[in-house]
């Protein structure tokens, strides 16, 4: 690595020429320039710090998962399919090179033929248009239509279905449909998106709550130490008697295994996070540390009744589903136009001109030429056009009853979730007025407790009842914001 010689213009400016830099001067420059390639190194671990203090948000995780998650990214292919799907269609309209040649090696006619032909099938009606060179030489019937001057001819011709295959054919169809699972491929990548953001919001929230119940189980445990080393005291003078003590020593030890048992939890709801909250560089899981544990919950309102109505109108329209089972439609409905179509007798007409080109012609050959063609078939039966018709016409009655029945069940859902949601905030409401009352009744126990009026007993079960009433609450939030993550899926909001 080059550094530079002068790392202070101003200093390297005002110094005469020639003038050495004292030996202190070279030191510490020395010093600069070693350090230099450190400087960045010393800033990592700060931030890395910086990073493990500051506390997770629900975005960050939702970032993660729209950019990082692995399951969404493979639903994002689908896409990717369906695009080469439509192209592989496309394949059937390709330009294609015929070229080949013919000649007798024994019999009376000994001619040689020869030709190279471009031929492009129609987009819009059916048929295509054709032309190129042709060249015969040497001895041929006159009946032989193969036949060419000595520098041959140009050939240029089109064919057309009338009927059958004119507003639509297989390869037309099959084209079609590949178009619209192109646009299938988004409410398929939409329905997963849905699923994962709600199942990395439920999953956040669980992690949340485990990490404010192993606090919480601790906070608990602190109080039982601290007052174990009073008891003790309190034994030691002869005002209490030692099985007080030992009871609070069991009440210790009950407590631990209960802080064992939450921090367990938090680990396991750590674990699962992990899955959706990755590294933006490598993808890997992260697992996130306690430190970015938020200290509470985020502040909610009280859901609007009123705006069910409006969100299940809206559900009708951006619910996945509905998208999916239109275009299933859209497609079953050009299978019933391909099979209405075989139905048809075919009437194709083409037209082919030939110019000869400069050279000697046979004296029965023009030098232009021009042939028009017209060829009708009819299958008398058509059981299998008949066949496609009754099974498209079944499919889209089908189609039809699970779309009246998608509609029925979407409001259900938007209904359900919105119900819960309204039952989870209610909850949470008493839950905090809960956790007021067994507050009150426990401080004052403890006051009782000071004065002599109650015993050890009797505080511990306010302790625990107060525990309780505040491990519900932190259950409480964590179920509002499970039944908000399930609303929000249930009406199609993007976040």
């Not at 401080?443 to 015993?455: H, I, N, S, V, Y």
Request: with cysteine; net charge positive.
């Amino acid at each position: 690595m080059i550094f530079p010689t002068t790392l202070n213009p101003k200093m390297s400016s005002a110094m005469p020429v020639g003038t050495r830099m004292p030996p202190m001067g070279r030191c510490r420059t020395a010093m600069v320039v070693l350090m230099l390639p450190f400087a960045g190194l010393q800033a990592a671990p700060e931030e890395k710090e910086k990073e493990k203090a500051r506390p997770l948000l629900l975005q960050e995780v939702l970032q993660s998962v729209n950019t990082q998650y692995p399951p969404y990214l493979a639903a994002m292919i689908e896409q990717d399919i369906a695009n080469g799907r439509a192209r592989q269609a496309m394949g059937a309209f390709d330009l294609n090179l015929n070229a080949g040649t013919a000649f007798a090696p024994a019999g009376y006619y000994d001619g040689q033929t020869a030709y190279t032909m471009l031929e492009q099938p129609l987009t819009n009606w059916g048929g295509g248009v054709y032309g190129g060179y042709r060249l015969s030489s040497g001895f041929l019937p006159n009946y032989n239509k193969e036949r060419t001057g000595t520098d041959g001819e140009g050939v240029l011709g089109f064919r057309i279905p009338l009927l059958r295959d004119g507003t639509i054919d297989r390869r037309r169809a099959t084209l079609w449909q590949a178009q619209i699972d192109q646009e299938l491929a988004d409410p398929i990548i939409f329905r997963q998106y849905l699923d994962f953001i709600r199942a990395a919001t439920i999953s956040y929230y669980g992690w949340l709550s485990a990490g404010q119940r192993l606090s919480l189980t601790e906070e608990l445990l602190r109080v039982a130490k601290e007052r174990d080393s009073g008891i003790a005291q309190q034994v030691e003078n002869g005002a209490s008697a030692p099985i007080v003590q030992v009871d609070n020593q069991r009440l210790v030890v009950s407590r631990e295994i209960a802080v064992v048992q939450a921090r367990r939890r938090l680990q396991a709801a750590t674990i699962e996070l992990s899955l959706f909250y990755r590294d933006n560089r490598s993808s890997e899981p992260i697992l996130a540390p306690r430190t970015r544990l938020p200290s509470a919950f985020p502040t909610h309102s009280h859901p609007a009744e009123s705006q069910l109505t409006v969100d299940i109108a809206k559900a009708l329209v951006f619910r996945p589903e509905m998208r999916r089972i239109e275009l299933t439609l859209e497609k079953t409905g050009i299978d019933l136009r391909l099979a209405k179509n075989n139905l048809l007798p075919s009437l194709e007409v083409g037209v082919q001109a030939a110019q000869g080109i400069n050279g000697r012609t046979p004296r029965d050959v023009e030098r232009t030429e021009v042939e028009a063609k017209i060829e009708f078939k009819l299958p008398l039966q058509r059981r299998e056009a008949k066949g496609r018709v009754d099974v498209a016409n079944a499919q889209i009655e089908r189609l039809n009853q699970e779309m009246s029945f998608a509609r029925q069940r979407i409001a259900a859902d938007v209904r359900d979730s919105h119900s819960a949601l309204l039952a989870a905030h209610e909850v949470l409401r008493q839950t905090r007025r809960n956790v007021d009352l067994a507050q009150q009744l426990a401080t004052a126990e403890g006051e009782r407790l000071k004065q002599g009026a109650t015993d050890l007993l009797a505080l511990q079960i306010r302790e625990q009842a107060s525990f309780d009433a505040k491990v519900l609450e932190v259950e409480a939030q964590s179920e509002y914001f499970r039944a908000h993550a399930n609303y929000r899926a249930a009406i199609a909001a993007k976040n």
